[in-house]
């Protein structure tokens, strides 16, 4: 059985950090990925990374947020840092064995995404 568990979400004011866990169990696939559903407004990929750790990001995140994994424990993290209100969300992790990172990132091809986690709340205040 395949699951996605989040962690690492809170609440942090503007310009802080957080850095947020996906424990991975029942396989190790080829690309994972973060998203990201903010209230009122439709998920978005933010950072995704390959088994060769290939990475790429949103642009509204490039140079603050940095996406991770440890392939031996199957854990995926990504490091935000600079943190804004308009990162306040519900973050997703994602798995998928076939998509690239570039194409599990086109908010078009959301529902060709194999595994979702449940999420964890990130909200910053200014």
């Known amino acids: 059985q395949v699951t996605l568990v989040e962690s690492g979400g809170g609440s942090v004011e503007a310009g802080g950090s957080l850095r947020l866990t996906c424990v991975v169990s029942?396989?190790?696939?080829?690309?994972m990925a973060w998203f990201r559903e903010a209230p009122g407004k439709e998920r978005e990929g933010v950072a995704a990374?390959?088994?060769?750790?290939?990475?790429a990001y949103a642009d509204s995140v490039k140079g603050r947020f940095y996406i991770s994994r440890d392939k031996a424990k199957n854990i995926l993290y990504l490091q935000m840092n600079a943190l804004k209100p308009e990162d306040t969300a519900m973050y997703y992790c994602?798995?998928?064995?076939?998509?690239?990172?570039?194409?599990?990132?086109?908010?078009?091809?959301?529902?060709?995404?194999?595994?979702w986690g449940q999420g964890t709340q990130v909200t910053v205040s200014s």
């Open positions: 990374i390959s088994l060769a750790d290939e990475t």
């Open positions: 029942g396989y190790t696939y080829t690309t």
């Open positions: 994602a798995a998928d064995q076939i998509l690239t990172i570039r194409t599990i990132l086109d908010n078009r091809r959301q529902n060709w995404v194999a595994y």
